[in-house]
Every structure is written in C-alpha cells, then in structure tokens.
T-cell receptor
Framework: KAGVTQTPRYLIKTRGQQVTLSCSPI?????VSWYQQTPGQGLQFLFE???????NKGNFPGRFSGRQFSNSRSEMNVSTLELGDSALYLC?????????????FGPGTRLLVL | SQQGEEDPQALSIQEGENATMNCSYK?????LQWYRQNSGRGLVHLIL?????REKHSGRLRVTLDTSKKSSSLLITASRAADTASYFC???????????FGTGTRLQVFP
C-alpha cells in the first residue's frame, strides 16, 4: 500500500496570503489528522476529520481550516498568513477515528512565510 | 499546554550503549504511544502501550508505563547510528479522541 502523501513538500508564501495543503491518506483509512510542528511549540494538534466531518479541533485560530472529501483526501487551508505560521505541517491517517489508533504520518509540507 | 513532557531534551551516546527516554503526562490516559522522527520528516509509530499494561517489548525497544506516576520510559538497547532521531511520546487522554504529543527527546548515536 502506498503511504500517506502530502503536497506540496515545500512552499514559500508572503504575509497576508493564503495557502492550501493537501493530504492523501493510506487507502482504506478514513481518519485524517493535521499537526503543526515548530521548534518553539513542538507538535500541535490542529484538527481531525473522519468521514468528511471534523471530529476534533485543537486550539488554533479560525484562520486554520480544513475539509475532507468523500475519498478521504483532506485539505488544510490557512488564510491571512502570519510569520509565525512558518512550520512543518504534518498529516496523519488512521483506519478509524480516535487516539487509540496508530497514526501513519506523511512526510510533511514545510511552509515558510516571509 | 502539551500533555507529555519528555526528559532529557537531548541525549548523546555511543553505538552499542543503551538509551533511555522518559515521558511524563498530566491526566488519565487510555494509551501511550511512542514515535520516532528523522530530521524534520514524518513520524513513524514505534509502539503502543495500553493503560492496563506495565511493560511492552518490540525488538530492541522496551517501554514501561507507570500510571500511578503518570510516566513512561522508552529504552533502546544496543543503539545504532541509525537510531539517531527525535523520539516523541503521545497520549490519548481519557474520554477524548485527540492524540497529544510530548516535547520530544533528540537522540544522537555516535558510531
């Protein structure tokens, strides 16, 4: 089975712009979670989608949003980018929802906001 | 704040030595997982230990869980240079579905 894929792998944007990141889960996995990783804050949970519905949400402002499609692929959008949004964005898929499941991570999208 | 705090933040050892990393968490949990991350890439799941388990082994990995102290340890025996990575514990707090990651331990194994 192919692993979790994320596109693009690298991205440079300027403040005020918006960005959309994409994640394709492992075939058959219905849950997709997104994380932000920065040197200062570590790995922070953004949100989780399961069967096209947002199941859980972390403590991020409304500028961070996401969605999941019927094929379980997920997109994450960040509007009005700020310098502090520079980070590695990781998505992870699992068979079902819930933290009891092993998470399979993609390679991440490295976003740089200038 | 994050659920898990890891100690030490960084660890340097020689090949063949054992490496021990500790994780402390704050609330009751359903399970605790350990993940490895190689230099800013995706995380790889290593092992999951449930709240009713005290010890688990997988190859050169040994994980212990002490729910009374809200702590876990990961032992890597006979370390190799390829074990160089950051190691994170992650917990699913009781009655939530969210997986919360700790701060990580950066392990450097010198050949």
């Amino acid at each position: 089975k192919a692993g979790v894929t994320q596109t693009p792998r690298y991205l440079i944007k300027t403040r005020g712009q918006q960005v959309t990141l994409s994640c394709s889960p492992i075939s058959g996995h219905r849950s997709v979670s997104w994380y932000q990783q920065t040197p200062g804050q570590g790995l922070q949970f953004l949100f989780e989608y399961f069967s096209e519905t947002q199941r859980n949400k972390g403590n991020f402002p409304g500028r961070f949003s996401g969605r999941q499609f019927s094929n379980s692929r997920s997109e994450m959008n960040v509007s009005t980018l700020e310098l502090g949004d520079s980070a590695l964005y990781l998505c992870a898929s699992s068979l079902n929802t819930g933290g009891q499941e092993t998470q399979y991570f993609g390679p991440g999208t490295r976003l740089l906001v200038l | 704040s994050q659920q898990g705090e890891e100690d030490p933040q960084a660890l340097s050892i020689q090949e063949g030595e054992n490496a021990t990393m500790n994780c402390s968490y704050k609330t009751s949990i359903n399970n605790l997982q350990w993940y490895r991350q190689n230099s800013g890439r995706g995380l790889v799941h290593l092992i999951l230990i449930r709240s009713n388990e005290r010890e688990k082994h997988s190859g050169r990995l040994r994980v212990t869980l002490d729910t009374s102290k809200k702590s876990s340890s990961l032992l890597i025996t006979a370390s190799r240079a390829a074990d160089t990575a950051s190691y994170f514990c992650a917990t699913e707090a009781y009655n939530t579905d969210k997986l919360i990651f700790g701060t990580g331990t950066r392990l450097q194994v010198f050949p």
